[in-house]
């Protein structure tokens, strides 16, 4: 860190730029060269103290005093392997949280509340939630090794030693530092003095035991995702699990009751015992605040990962779940929704488009869309539905003869029997679904009981009786057109990306409401969504775009080379951290653009 104290101390007292220290520059001097009296100049931001790498860049052009640091630590100094096996998402996951005990303490030195963080200085570091996901704040990478020693000034002299020093997989964390205004000696001292200290800390105090237990608690979480597709089974809730969180945070309540299977759904999986909801349609049902939605957002929660005392670490559900709601306002393009709306003024319902969904059409196309892009497992709230949508009673049906809405009451089994789609429902006020469900649970004071014999026997009593409609066609067959598909608003040279904490991404001429995209777990999704759609935008060169294919290759580059790559700091509004997000809400996010031209297949020419 000789040479960044350096530059550092040589800038002007009120420097706002820190040009010197982005720059790196250096001459380097070669004793191996018969003209070594010759240095070599080069620009190398990334600082070593010992072993570790310290690369500093630039966050972006308005937030030249809080640069990215982008920490490598050698992994052999932390006892990981570097076989592919230790090498994971949970690892790199597990050494973030333990990286963050020691920026909270170095914080915690620097706070003081009569003064703004430009003032004190401060680290930022990615403090995540429960889950387990890929992240630019925390990954493996190989990282060029130091291969000279510091001289003096910007000098520095190549190491003659005779040794290969090729790239080390490294431990890599991202954060931000922000530098305190005006104080350079300040910003030594938090640079090259505290930072490097606090990293040998981690290093020197590293658990390697329990990156062993988050090592093995995600290979038991891997075995059981791994288990459930060839399954019968759509969700495990292991038994013991805390599915309550505490007011207001993701954490898991105190004293809550522990969750406890029904004795004829109790299964074990890879020595796990607890609850199997097997495929097919399962309702939730119970008095109010009785645990039957807290149950459903568990289970949506098991879409990902999550850390050991999460509660819900052991709640395993099919990976490509999506949670549906109705949607109102939310824009439709050429969609068939006619499996669940017949006819409509003036419309086509097998291509339907609409630049502001009503409840139940937002519904449809939510459901459609999700089957469409590879959905198996559908997670509906009643709720969070549209009524008319949901069910159509006996007697509803008979006074309105004319209606245009076949209820999802009506196509649940057909959407598992011919599509393999499963579907979980919580239900608290309609008793239509009892008779078209396979399994019927109730959540009494938040434990659960299996009342389906109890409720098919209600049906029975009252003669409810399940008349289907013909099936449906379920095909999309939709092509998305470049028109529109843009970064770039209309008649500018300058490209446009905004992320809004409200629930808003803004790109070239589009405003996407994604507030209805409720598998969307972190913020820091939503900036990576942002840059993935400005990603596909601005390397498709195609009229028509093979959506799917320029996806999957997007998620391919990602697992060689990490998600950092989709990072631009030209937008200066959208956060450096970002977390891996889900094929599923890209789509979803895409179906929610107004501006693009979608057609039908047979209409594409």
Do not use: N
């Given at each position: 860190m000789k040479r960044l104290k350096n530059k550092l101390l040589s800038m002007e007292p009120g420097t706002t730029t820190y040009k010197e220290m982005y720059e790196g520059y250096m001459l380097v001097y070669d004793p191996a060269s018969a003209s070594e009296r010759d240095p070599i100049e080069e620009y190398n931001a990334t600082y070593y103290n010992e072993r570790v790498g310290f690369q500093i860049t630039g966050t972006h052009k308005l937030a030249q005093d809080k640069p990215t640091v982008t920490i490598s630590i050698p992994c052999d100094m932390l006892g990981i392997s570097t076989d592919g096996a230790e090498l994971t998402p949970a690892a790199a996951d597990f050494c973030l949280r333990a990286f963050g005990k020691y920026i909270d303490e170095l914080n915690a030195e620097l706070y003081n509340r009569s003064r703004p963080d430009n003032e004190n200085g401060k680290y930022y570091l990615c403090h995540p939630g429960g889950e387990v996901l890929a992240r630019n704040t925390a990954h493996f990478a190989l990282c060029p090794q130091k291969d000279y020693r510091y001289w003096k000034g910007s000098d520095v002299v190549l190491l003659n030693d005779g040794k290969s020093r090729p790239p080390l997989m490294c431990l890599s964390i991202r954060m931000l530092v922000q530098l305190p205004?005006?104080?350079?000696r300040k910003t030594v001292q938090m640079l090259c003095r505290d930072l490097p200290?606090?990293?040998d800390r981690f290093i020197a105090d590293f658990d390697i035991s329990g990156l062993a237990r988050a090592k093995a608690l995600a290979e038991k979480q891997s075995a059981i995702r791994t288990w459930l597709k060839a399954s019968e089974y759509c969700a495990f809730v292991a038994n013991g699990s805390i599915l309550p969180?505490?007011?207001g945070t993701d954490l898991p309540m105190q004293e809550a009751i522990p969750f406890k299977s029904t004795a004829d759904d109790e299964i074990e999986v890879c020595g796990v015992r607890g609850m199997g909801i097997k495929k097919g349609v399962t309702v939730i049902t119970g008095g109010g605040y009785s645990g039957k939605s807290t149950l459903l957002d568990a289970i949506s929660a098991g879409i990902y990962d999550h850390v050991e005392g999460d509660g819900r670490e052991l709640c395993i559900t099919d990976g490509s779940a999506v949670t549906i709601s109705a949607e109102d306002g939310r824009s439709v393009k050429h969609v068939n929704i006619s499996p669940f709306i017949k006819w409509l003024p003036g419309g086509d319902t097998g291509d339907f488009s609409t630049d502001h969904a009503s409840g139940s059409t937002s519904q449809a196309a939510n459901i459609m869309e999700a089957v469409d892009t590879g959905a198996k497992l559908l997670l509906i709230d009643e709720d969070r539905s549209a009524t008319n949508f949901m069910i159509r009673d006996r007697m509803m049906k008979e006074l309105i003869e004319k209606e245009p809405i076949t209820p999802f009451t009506d196509r649940v089994n057909e959407l598992h029997k011919t599509r393999g789609v499963s579907t979980i429902l919580v239900i608290g006020g309609s008793g239509e679904y009892l008779s078209v469900a396979d399994k019927i649970y109730m959540m009494e004071d938040y434990l659960i009981h299996d009342v389906t014999e109890k409720s098919k026997g209600i049906c029975a009593s009252f003669g409810v009786e399940s008349e289907m409609p013909p099936c449906a066609k379920w095909a999309q067959g939709r092509v998305l057109y470049a028109e529109g598909f843009s970064s770039y608003p209309e008649?500018?040279?300058?490209?446009?990306?905004?992320?809004?904490?409200?629930?808003?991404?803004?790109?070239?001429?589009?405003r996407i409401d994604v507030r209805g995209l409720h598998d969307i777990i972190t913020p820091r999704q939503l900036d990576t969504l942002g840059f993935m759609l400005r990603y596909l935008e601005t390397t498709n060169r195609d009229n028509?775009?093979?959506l799917a294919c320029k996806v999957d290759a997007m998620y391919e580059r990602i697992e060689k080379e990490g998600i950092d790559f989709l990072y631009s700091a030209f937008?200066?509004?959208c956060e450096r951290f970002l977390d891996l997000p889900r094929k599923q809400e890209l789509f979803a996010l895409i179906n929610r653009m107004r501006k693009v031209k979608f057609a039908k297949a047979g209409d594409a020419e």
């Open positions: 205004f005006k104080k350079l200290d606090a990293v969180r505490a007011k008649r500018s040279g300058t490209e446009r990306l905004e992320v809004s904490d409200m629930g808003f991404i803004l790109i070239g001429d589009e028509k775009v093979d937008f200066t509004t």
